[in-house]
T-cell receptor, first 113, second 114 residues
């Protein structure tokens, strides 16, 4: 069975600081991995995804994530936080043929001036 | 191209009342999903429809029914609302048959059951 763990339900950074949001997954088959972002009072939108190929994936708004199979991780990073990055971030995994996403519980990112 | 639309945006019900949440997508996607989002619990799948004419239960189907009216529309019905169903409901769609299952989300319906 697949599962996703996001370490830290709340993360706070200063504007301009590095953003690191952690995601670990469990899957018995090669996974597809996703990061979604949810801005206040909005639906979720895809930030980036890993399917196959290059393990460093770049997404929108300067975010990137690296798939590390040995560590079963897919951490999300951004070199310099902006106030507009304040949002809820969700990691998700899809594995197998059932086409359903397994979701982490989310990490709320606060950016302080 | 509106993507995924949901109506209504907000709703307040009394315990025992019924209502239907509407969802439509114009991306010609074959799969559609209903989630609920509660604080500290992330997203939980209520029902999904892999294709027109099929529906399947997700993690938390009790108290809900769904109808895949056609390829575009997927509605969620609460027959007898309970306070435990106070939540934010999201509809999503995806194009299965591709390598991955990127889901596109609607803006959500905020439901309060008193």
């Amino acid at each position: 069975a697949q599962s996703v763990t996001q370490l830290g339900s709340h993360v706070s950074v200063s504007e301009g600081a590095l953003v690191l949001l952690r995601c670990n997954y469990s899957s018995s088959v090669p996974p597809y991995l996703f990061w979604y972002v949810q801005y206040p009072n909005q639906g979720l939108q895809l930030l980036l995804k890993y399917t196959t190929g290059a393990t460093l994936v770049k997404g929108i708004n300067g975010f990137e994530a690296e798939f590390k199979k040995s560590e079963t991780s897919f951490h999300l990073t951004k070199p310099s936080a902006h106030m507009s990055d304040a949002a809820e971030y969700f990691c998700a995994v899809m594995a197998g043929n059932n086409r359903k996403l397994i979701w982490g519980l989310g990490t709320s990112l606060a950016v302080n001036p | 191209n509106a993507g995924v639309t949901q109506t209504p945006k907000f709703q307040v019900l009394k315990t025992g009342q019924s209502m239907t949440l509407q969802c439509a997508q114009d991306m010609n996607h074959n799969s559609m999903y209903w989630y609920r989002q509660d604080p500290g619990m992330g997203l939980r799948l209520i029902y999904y429809s892999a294709s027109e004419g099929t529906t399947d239960k997700g993690e938390v189907p009790n108290g809900y029914n769904v109808s895949r009216l056609n390829k575009r529309e997927f509605s969620l019905r609460l027959e007898s609302a309970a306070p435990s169903q106070t939540s934010v409901y999201f509809c999503a769609s995806s194009l299965t048959g591709t390598v991955y299952n990127e889901q596109f989300f609607g803006p959500g319906t905020r439901l309060t059951v008193l």
